[in-house]
């Protein structure tokens, strides 16, 4: 099974000589990835390149906001300088603000304005998509209706019309047998529980239902369980790089996102 190409890799040394100035690529974006499991980050140049591999740490448990802060300005510290901040983070995110967290603990987490928190905290504009909607960015073809699943501590879920994003979908906190949602069903506590072979028939049957539901011309699965499919895809579905929940992140900065973005009407979703 081929995993769709992500984008380039370019390791560099961030140091201060390495600024956007002195390269005259700017701006940068410092891009982060909130999983259930590990934090990543890494600085990407405007053609969305990274500047060097990411930065990897575990997600703190407990993970409430204040914890979660501390953990992210510890892991971006010692990255090259960057100009803006894209987050990925799991659960339901509207202008900024956390809804859900399902898989962090979703009660310390309501309402949390996290973008503002943020750029308190680090000094530069954020923008915040959910998780699996960022990593939709990094690896869409922008042709027709395509779907994304990561495959995770728990299950992501975005869709895209011709490239365009739709409104978030948040599949994982729907039932997909009896009262089992599709977290429960087939989130990493599912496959430690049940195994590799039962998990693989229990994703071969959501491929089904989620075909059926969307019609999708595409389905892209990522997330770092991706890795223990053993059975072969349909045509239409395709394994994504796991680094594509960083790369594209480039994107929240794009023309296309000025509105989604303007919408919050403040500082923190300004570009520098």
């Known amino acids: 099974m081929a995993i769709s190409p992500a984008f380039r890799t370019v390791v560099g040394n961030g140091s201060s000589s390495d600024a956007p100035e002195a390269r005259g690529q700017s701006p940068r974006t410092l891009a982060i990835d909130v999983g259930g499991s590990h934090l990543k980050a890494a600085v990407l140049d405007p053609a969305g390149v990274m500047t060097a591999l990411p930065a990897r740490v575990p997600t703190p448990h407990p993970a409430a906001p204040e914890i979660l802060l501390r953990a992210i300005a510890s892991l971006v510290a010692p990255l090259a300088p960057y100009d803006r901040l894209s987050v990925g983070f799991p659960g339901v995110v509207r ?9 962090l603990g979703s009660e310390p987490w309501r309402g949390f304005d996290l973008a503002e928190a943020l750029t308190t905290a680090l000094g530069k504009p954020v923008r915040i998509l ?10 869409v073809a922008g042709q027709g209706f395509e779907c994304v ?15 365009r994003l739709l409104p978030h979908l948040e599949l994982g906190q729907h039932p997909i047998r009896r009262k089992r949602t599709y977290d ?36 892209y699965l990522g997330g770092g369980n991706a890795l223990q499919i053993d059975f072969a895809l349909p045509e239409n579905v395709k394994l994504v790089s796991n680094e594509a ?28």
């Not at 994703?203 to 999708?216: D, E, F, H, P, S």
Request: a positive charge; hydrophobic letters at 40%.
């Open 95 to 103: 202008q900024g603000r956390i809804l859900t967290a399902p898989n």
């Open 130 to 139: 959910n998780d699996a909607d960022m990593q939709g960015l990094g690896v």
């Open 149 to 163: 699943l990561t495959l995770g501590t728990g299950i992501g879920s975005a869709l895209f019309f011709n490239g």
């Open 184 to 219: 429960q069903y087939l989130g990493d506590a599912a496959l430690k529980k049940k195994g590799r072979a039962k998990w693989n028939r229990r994703l071969q049957k959501a491929i089904g239902i989620v075909r059926t539901l969307l019609n999708y011309d595409t389905l």
């Open 245 to 272: 929940g960083v790369t594209g992140g480039v994107r929240l900065w794009e023309s296309d996102f000025e509105e989604h973005f303007a919408e919050a009407g403040r500082s923190s979703a300004a570009g520098p």
